[in-house]
């Protein structure tokens, strides 16, 4: 078995206002290999993009980290103060961000910044950091690199910018890559060539990558494992095939049976009623329990913990308790095996 690149163990996140401290992020744990794709999808404020700003040390304040361990390579990281945290991040961390303006500087050519973060982070001259700076950006498939190199963010279209993006995360030679949305702003045919990307930088250089995304059909193609989270918590976690073909939350099988299938004609898609609820109104006991077709008694009272569950992933539900007679024979309404 390989060790662990990455190590979250039972994160807690919380925001304090004036009417109480809202809790995003509640007893997450999950770990990452080197050269794996870690899809983390769900809902918007399932709590995906602020475990990975968690991660990273780039939490918006008032926010902060209220409880858990985040291990990177056997080294404890959510402890350092912030003059080491930054020495983490971009040298052993790169991110990725959904806007790929953000994260470039409009009054910098391209050039500039990336010397300028290779140079940070690498004991490079300013000819070699140079050079490193062309070779990445021919590596992200950017087209005349040695000329482009000297353009600014503006003088490229929505796609070469995030694969500019992409070489300034790879600046460093970082071992972990947190994606956030990398792929949303961009066309189908843009996104496929940026998923390629992805990948082989996971096969060729053993980088892991932290995925965060609400499009399934980039899970199924990019990830190895997939994490489904749900008002905070993960609902479901496993290897992409499972999760996906044999869903054993319910909330997953809702998300599933909301995708449109090639080859299956179907006049209505299905759907999950309500809503995720409010950081200052989860409910008490399982957090998907108002919306559950299945829902017990005991789901609105007691909280589920993740368990191993028959399709071979770990599921947070009650159905899956071997303590309770005949719970693991239930169905759901799509009639997958819960």
């Known amino acids: 078995m390989t060790a662990p690149l990455l190590e979250v163990r039972h994160l807690r996140v919380e925001f304090p206002t004036r009417r109480g401290t809202l809790v995003a992020i509640d007893d997450v744990s999950f770990s990452i290999a080197p050269g794996e794709v870690l899809g983390v999808v769900g809902e918007s404020g399932a709590g995906k993009s602020v475990t990975g700003a968690a991660i990273i040390g780039l939490l918006e304040p008032p926010g902060r980290l209220a409880g858990g361990e985040i291990w990177l390579s056997g080294r404890r990281i959510d402890t350092l103060d912030a003059h080491a945290l930054r020495k983490v991040r971009g040298r052993e961390i790169g991110a990725i961000f959904q806007d790929p303006l953000t994260s470039l500087n409009p009054l910098y050519t391209i050039g500039r910044q990336l010397i300028e973060t290779i140079q940070t982070h690498l004991q490079l001259d300013q000819r070699a950091a140079h050079d490193r700076a062309i070779s990445l950006l021919e590596s992200t498939g950017i087209p005349a690199a040695a000329q482009r190199i000297d353009h600014y963010p503006h003088q490229f279209s929505g796609g070469m910018r995030q694969r500019v993006v992409i070489a300034l995360a790879l600046a460093a030679q970082p071992r972990l890559i947190v994606a956030d949305e990398p792929t949303t702003a961009l066309d189908v045919s843009i996104q496929a060539q940026i998923i390629t990307l992805l990948k082989r ?58 995708i449109p299938a090639i080859g299956h004609d179907r006049e209505q898609l299905a759907q999950i009623d309500g809503a995720m609820p409010r950081l200052d109104a989860i409910p008490p006991g399982c957090a998907f329990n108002p919306r559950c077709p299945s829902v017990m008694p005991r789901c609105r009272t007691q909280r589920p913990e993740l368990v191993v569950a028959a399709s071979g992933s770990q599921a947070a539900c009650w159905l899956h308790d071997r303590s309770a007679p005949g719970a693991t024979r239930e169905t759901n309404e799509s009639g997958a095996r819960s």
């Open 201 to 258: 930088l996971c096969h060729e250089q053993g980088t892991a990558v932290m995925l965060v995304t609400h499009d399934m059909g980039v899970i199924a193609e990019t990830a190895d494992r997939v994490a489904v989270m749900y008002a905070g918590r993960i609902a479901e976690i496993g290897p992409v095939a499972d999760v996906i073909h044999r869903p054993s939350h319910p909330y997953t099988v809702g998300l599933m049976g909301s």
